[in-house]
Protein backbone atom coordinates (compact mmCIF):
# COMPACT_ATOMS: atom_id res chain seq x y z
CA UNK A 1 0.00 0.00 0.00
CA UNK A 2 1.37 3.31 -1.08
CA UNK A 3 1.66 5.99 1.77
CA UNK A 4 0.03 9.59 0.69
CA UNK A 5 3.56 11.86 1.47
CA UNK A 6 0.99 14.78 2.08
CA UNK A 7 3.75 17.34 1.26
CA UNK A 8 1.25 19.93 -0.05
CA UNK A 9 0.27 22.06 2.74
CA UNK A 10 -3.06 24.12 2.24
CA UNK A 11 -5.07 26.36 4.62
CA UNK A 12 -8.14 26.84 3.76
CA UNK A 13 -9.69 30.31 5.70
CA UNK A 14 -13.48 30.16 6.47
CA UNK A 15 -13.92 27.06 6.73
CA UNK A 16 -17.16 27.01 8.41
CA UNK A 17 -19.50 28.65 5.41
CA UNK A 18 -20.49 26.81 2.94
CA UNK A 19 -17.57 26.65 0.59
CA UNK A 20 -15.07 26.01 3.18
CA UNK A 21 -17.28 23.16 4.36
CA UNK A 22 -18.11 21.84 0.84
CA UNK A 23 -14.12 21.75 0.65
CA UNK A 24 -13.57 20.20 3.64
CA UNK A 25 -15.75 17.28 2.36
CA UNK A 26 -13.85 16.94 -1.00
CA UNK A 27 -10.43 17.17 0.81
CA UNK A 28 -10.99 13.21 1.73
CA UNK A 29 -10.05 12.01 -1.69
CA UNK A 30 -7.13 14.58 -2.07
CA UNK A 31 -4.74 11.97 0.30
CA UNK A 32 -1.86 13.87 -0.98
CA UNK A 33 -2.85 17.14 0.38
CA UNK A 34 -2.15 18.28 3.31
CA UNK A 35 -5.00 20.28 4.91
CA UNK A 36 -5.84 22.68 7.71
CA UNK A 37 -8.80 24.13 7.77
CA UNK A 38 -9.70 27.43 9.99
CA UNK A 39 -12.52 30.24 10.86
CA UNK A 40 -12.23 32.98 13.06
CA UNK A 41 -12.76 30.57 15.96
CA UNK A 42 -9.69 29.49 15.53
CA UNK A 43 -7.69 32.47 13.88
CA UNK A 44 -9.39 36.10 13.51
CA UNK A 45 -7.75 36.87 10.35
CA UNK A 46 -8.23 40.83 11.06
CA UNK A 47 -5.34 40.79 14.08
CA UNK A 48 -2.78 41.08 12.09
CA UNK A 49 -0.45 39.89 15.09
CA UNK A 50 -2.27 36.66 15.32
CA UNK A 51 -1.75 36.30 11.98
CA UNK A 52 1.52 36.85 10.92
CA UNK A 53 2.86 34.62 14.62
CA UNK A 54 0.49 31.75 12.98
CA UNK A 55 2.24 32.20 9.72
CA UNK A 56 5.83 32.16 11.36
CA UNK A 57 4.30 29.03 13.27
CA UNK A 58 3.01 26.86 10.31
CA UNK A 59 3.96 26.60 6.51
CA UNK A 60 1.83 26.14 3.50
CA UNK A 61 1.82 25.53 -0.44
CA UNK A 62 -1.43 27.46 -0.80
CA UNK A 63 -3.99 29.54 0.63
CA UNK A 64 -7.56 29.61 0.00
CA UNK A 65 -8.96 32.14 1.23
CA UNK A 66 -12.57 31.67 1.79
CA UNK A 67 -13.19 34.24 4.79
CA UNK A 68 -15.30 36.97 3.68
CA UNK A 69 -17.81 39.61 5.06
CA UNK A 70 -21.16 38.99 3.13
CA UNK A 71 -23.69 39.99 4.75
CA UNK A 72 -24.88 42.33 1.73
CA UNK A 73 -27.38 44.93 3.15
CA UNK A 74 -25.17 44.90 6.42
CA UNK A 75 -22.26 46.20 4.95
CA UNK A 76 -24.02 49.44 3.69
CA UNK A 77 -24.31 50.48 7.51
CA UNK A 78 -20.68 48.67 8.51
CA UNK A 79 -18.73 49.70 5.99
CA UNK A 80 -15.93 49.49 8.16
CA UNK A 81 -16.09 46.20 9.38
CA UNK A 82 -16.74 44.81 5.51
CA UNK A 83 -13.75 46.42 4.28
CA UNK A 84 -11.87 44.99 7.45
CA UNK A 85 -12.99 41.94 5.98
CA UNK A 86 -13.42 42.09 2.48
CA UNK A 87 -9.96 44.25 1.90
CA UNK A 88 -7.85 43.96 4.89
CA UNK A 89 -7.43 40.40 5.44
CA UNK A 90 -7.01 39.63 1.46
CA UNK A 91 -3.92 42.36 1.66
CA UNK A 92 -2.86 40.91 4.73
CA UNK A 93 -2.66 37.14 3.53
CA UNK A 94 -1.03 38.57 0.13
CA UNK A 95 1.58 40.13 2.54
CA UNK A 96 2.27 36.94 4.37
CA UNK A 97 2.11 34.36 1.63
CA UNK A 98 4.82 36.35 -0.42
CA UNK A 99 7.13 36.57 1.92
CA UNK A 100 6.84 32.45 2.78
CA UNK A 101 6.57 31.77 -1.13
CA UNK A 102 2.76 30.30 -1.08
CA UNK A 103 0.45 30.65 -3.62
CA UNK A 104 -3.06 32.48 -2.80
CA UNK A 105 -6.68 31.38 -3.89
CA UNK A 106 -8.86 34.04 -3.32
CA UNK A 107 -12.81 33.95 -3.81
CA UNK A 108 -14.31 37.29 -4.82
CA UNK A 109 -18.02 37.81 -6.02
CA UNK A 110 -20.06 39.06 -9.52
CA UNK A 111 -21.00 42.48 -7.05
CA UNK A 112 -17.53 43.82 -8.61
CA UNK A 113 -19.65 44.68 -11.20
CA UNK A 114 -22.76 46.82 -11.83
CA UNK A 115 -24.79 44.44 -13.67
CA UNK A 116 -25.42 46.52 -16.62
CA UNK A 117 -24.56 44.49 -19.14
CA UNK A 118 -26.47 42.17 -21.06
CA UNK A 119 -23.79 39.57 -22.21
CA UNK A 120 -21.80 37.43 -20.03
CA UNK A 121 -18.92 39.30 -18.01
CA UNK A 122 -14.87 38.18 -18.96
CA UNK A 123 -12.15 39.22 -16.91
CA UNK A 124 -11.61 42.15 -19.31
CA UNK A 125 -14.74 43.84 -18.88
CA UNK A 126 -15.15 47.20 -16.37
CA UNK A 127 -15.65 46.92 -12.75
CA UNK A 128 -17.95 49.28 -11.08
CA UNK A 129 -19.20 48.09 -8.05
CA UNK A 130 -22.85 49.86 -6.55
CA UNK A 131 -22.49 48.21 -3.14
CA UNK A 132 -20.29 48.96 -0.30
CA UNK A 133 -20.34 44.90 -0.27
CA UNK A 134 -19.07 44.94 -4.00
CA UNK A 135 -16.65 48.11 -3.33
CA UNK A 136 -14.94 45.97 -0.79
CA UNK A 137 -14.77 42.65 -2.63
CA UNK A 138 -13.06 44.37 -5.49
CA UNK A 139 -9.99 46.84 -3.16
CA UNK A 140 -10.02 43.05 -1.80
CA UNK A 141 -8.75 41.88 -5.33
CA UNK A 142 -6.64 44.59 -5.85
CA UNK A 143 -4.95 44.53 -2.68
CA UNK A 144 -4.09 40.52 -2.67
CA UNK A 145 -2.81 40.98 -6.24
CA UNK A 146 -0.57 44.07 -5.01
CA UNK A 147 0.74 42.44 -2.36
CA UNK A 148 1.58 39.11 -4.03
CA UNK A 149 0.94 38.84 -7.91
CA UNK A 150 1.18 34.81 -7.44
CA UNK A 151 -2.83 34.96 -6.46
CA UNK A 152 -5.32 33.58 -8.62
CA UNK A 153 -8.91 35.30 -7.70
CA UNK A 154 -11.90 33.48 -8.82
CA UNK A 155 -15.19 35.92 -8.96
CA UNK A 156 -18.69 33.88 -8.73
CA UNK A 157 -22.17 34.08 -8.45
CA UNK A 158 -25.37 33.30 -6.55
CA UNK A 159 -23.57 30.59 -4.20
CA UNK A 160 -25.65 27.85 -2.52
CA UNK A 161 -25.09 24.74 -0.51
CA UNK A 162 -26.57 22.11 1.97
CA UNK A 163 -24.06 24.00 4.33
CA UNK A 164 -25.08 27.40 5.95
CA UNK A 165 -27.26 29.81 4.58
CA UNK A 166 -28.70 30.72 1.21
CA UNK A 167 -31.56 31.36 -1.63
CA UNK A 168 -32.26 27.24 -1.84
CA UNK A 169 -32.59 26.92 1.76
CA UNK A 170 -34.53 30.02 2.46
CA UNK A 171 -36.91 29.04 -0.38
CA UNK A 172 -37.72 25.84 0.91
CA UNK A 173 -38.59 26.86 4.22
CA UNK A 174 -40.43 29.59 3.10
CA UNK A 175 -42.23 27.53 0.73
CA UNK A 176 -43.27 25.05 3.40
CA UNK A 177 -44.63 27.66 5.37
CA UNK A 178 -46.58 29.98 2.93
CA UNK A 179 -48.93 29.50 0.44
CA UNK A 180 -47.72 32.13 -2.00
CA UNK A 181 -44.47 33.86 -2.45
CA UNK A 182 -43.12 36.85 -4.45
CA UNK A 183 -39.28 36.41 -6.02
CA UNK A 184 -37.89 39.00 -8.09
CA UNK A 185 -37.24 38.35 -11.99
CA UNK A 186 -35.61 40.82 -13.09
CA UNK A 187 -32.33 40.04 -11.75
CA UNK A 188 -30.45 36.85 -13.89
CA UNK A 189 -27.27 35.31 -13.19
CA UNK A 190 -26.18 31.80 -12.84
CA UNK A 191 -26.89 29.83 -9.23
CA UNK A 192 -23.18 27.98 -8.73
CA UNK A 193 -23.27 25.12 -6.33
CA UNK A 194 -20.41 25.44 -3.91
CA UNK A 195 -19.30 21.54 -4.71
CA UNK A 196 -18.72 22.30 -7.73
CA UNK A 197 -16.45 25.18 -6.85
CA UNK A 198 -15.00 23.76 -4.42
CA UNK A 199 -13.98 20.73 -6.95
CA UNK A 200 -12.63 23.37 -9.26
CA UNK A 201 -10.18 24.93 -6.79
CA UNK A 202 -8.44 21.62 -5.68
CA UNK A 203 -8.66 20.40 -9.25
CA UNK A 204 -6.35 23.89 -10.35
CA UNK A 205 -3.87 22.65 -7.47
CA UNK A 206 -4.05 18.90 -8.33
CA UNK A 207 -3.25 19.92 -11.69
CA UNK A 208 -0.32 21.99 -11.07
CA UNK A 209 1.18 20.40 -8.13
CA UNK A 210 0.41 16.42 -10.31
CA UNK A 211 -0.01 17.16 -13.64
CA UNK A 212 2.69 19.90 -14.69
CA UNK A 213 -0.17 22.45 -15.71
CA UNK A 214 1.52 25.56 -15.21
CA UNK A 215 0.13 28.00 -12.50
CA UNK A 216 -1.17 31.31 -13.81
CA UNK A 217 -2.03 34.29 -11.49
CA UNK A 218 -4.50 36.61 -12.16
CA UNK A 219 -8.32 36.64 -12.01
CA UNK A 220 -10.49 34.22 -13.60
CA UNK A 221 -14.54 33.54 -13.48
CA UNK A 222 -16.55 30.27 -12.28
CA UNK A 223 -20.10 30.03 -11.59
CA UNK A 224 -22.43 27.04 -13.33
CA UNK A 225 -23.48 27.12 -16.70
CA UNK A 226 -26.33 28.93 -17.85
CA UNK A 227 -28.79 31.48 -16.76
CA UNK A 228 -32.14 31.83 -14.93
CA UNK A 229 -33.28 34.43 -12.64
CA UNK A 230 -34.26 34.17 -9.10
CA UNK A 231 -37.86 33.28 -9.91
CA UNK A 232 -37.00 31.10 -12.54
CA UNK A 233 -34.29 28.90 -9.52
CA UNK A 234 -37.15 29.40 -6.94
CA UNK A 235 -39.92 27.63 -9.61
CA UNK A 236 -37.51 24.81 -10.03
CA UNK A 237 -36.47 24.42 -6.01
CA UNK A 238 -39.78 24.53 -4.46
CA UNK A 239 -41.29 22.02 -8.04
CA UNK A 240 -38.02 19.47 -7.55
CA UNK A 241 -39.04 19.35 -3.53
CA UNK A 242 -42.41 19.15 -4.50
CA UNK A 243 -43.62 21.92 -1.98
CA UNK A 244 -46.96 23.24 -3.18
CA UNK A 245 -46.63 27.21 -3.08
CA UNK A 246 -47.81 29.64 -5.71
CA UNK A 247 -44.78 31.88 -6.81
CA UNK A 248 -45.54 35.69 -8.58
CA UNK A 249 -42.45 36.95 -10.28
CA UNK A 250 -42.24 40.78 -9.35
CA UNK A 251 -39.52 43.47 -9.98
CA UNK A 252 -36.85 44.54 -7.63
CA UNK A 253 -38.57 47.90 -7.01
CA UNK A 254 -40.97 45.92 -5.03
CA UNK A 255 -38.10 44.50 -2.60
CA UNK A 256 -36.34 47.34 -1.80
CA UNK A 257 -32.97 46.86 0.04
CA UNK A 258 -30.68 49.05 1.57
CA UNK A 259 -27.71 47.72 -0.83
CA UNK A 260 -28.66 47.57 -4.58
CA UNK A 261 -27.94 44.50 -6.56
CA UNK A 262 -26.86 43.91 -10.11
CA UNK A 263 -29.72 43.30 -12.04
CA UNK A 264 -27.44 40.85 -14.72
CA UNK A 265 -24.57 38.61 -13.44
CA UNK A 266 -23.76 36.18 -15.40
CA UNK A 267 -20.14 35.08 -15.52
CA UNK A 268 -18.16 34.04 -18.70
CA UNK A 269 -15.97 30.82 -18.04
CA UNK A 270 -13.96 30.52 -21.04
CA UNK A 271 -10.58 31.83 -18.97
CA UNK A 272 -10.93 29.43 -16.07
CA UNK A 273 -12.15 26.34 -18.48
CA UNK A 274 -9.08 27.01 -21.50
CA UNK A 275 -6.58 28.10 -18.63
CA UNK A 276 -7.06 24.85 -16.65
CA UNK A 277 -9.23 22.60 -18.49
CA UNK A 278 -11.98 22.19 -16.00
CA UNK A 279 -15.56 21.32 -16.70
CA UNK A 280 -18.28 23.70 -15.76
CA UNK A 281 -21.91 22.19 -14.87
CA UNK A 282 -25.24 23.08 -15.69
CA UNK A 283 -26.66 25.25 -12.96
CA UNK A 284 -29.88 22.52 -12.84
CA UNK A 285 -27.88 19.78 -12.48
CA UNK A 286 -26.25 21.33 -9.06
CA UNK A 287 -29.38 22.22 -7.48
CA UNK A 288 -30.54 18.53 -8.28
CA UNK A 289 -27.69 17.60 -6.90
CA UNK A 290 -27.72 19.57 -3.98
CA UNK A 291 -31.20 18.71 -3.09
CA UNK A 292 -30.00 15.17 -3.19
CA UNK A 293 -27.68 16.12 -0.04
CA UNK A 294 -29.87 18.23 1.45
CA UNK A 295 -32.92 15.41 1.79
CA UNK A 296 -30.38 12.53 2.43
Same mark, same amino acid.
Given at each position: ????????????????????????????????????????????????????????????????????????????????????????????????????????????????????????????????? @????????????????????????????????????????????????????????????????? @??????????????????????????????????????????????????????????????????????????????????????????????????????
Amino acid at each position: MTVPDQSIKILVTGAKGQLGNEIRVLAAKYYDFNFTFIDVDELDLTDRDSVSAYFKKNSFNYVINCAAYTAVDKAESDKETAFKVNAGVPELLGELTAKSGARVIHISTDYVFDGSANTPYDESRKVNP @VSVYGASKLEGEQRLLSKNPESVIIRTAWLYSAFGNNFVKTMIKLGSERNLLKVVYDQVGTPTYA @VDLASVILQIIEKVEKKHVKFIPGIYHYSNEGVTSWYDFAFHILKLQGIDCKIIPVTSDEFPAPAHRPSYSVLSKQKIRETFDVEVPYWYDGLVRMLSVFNS
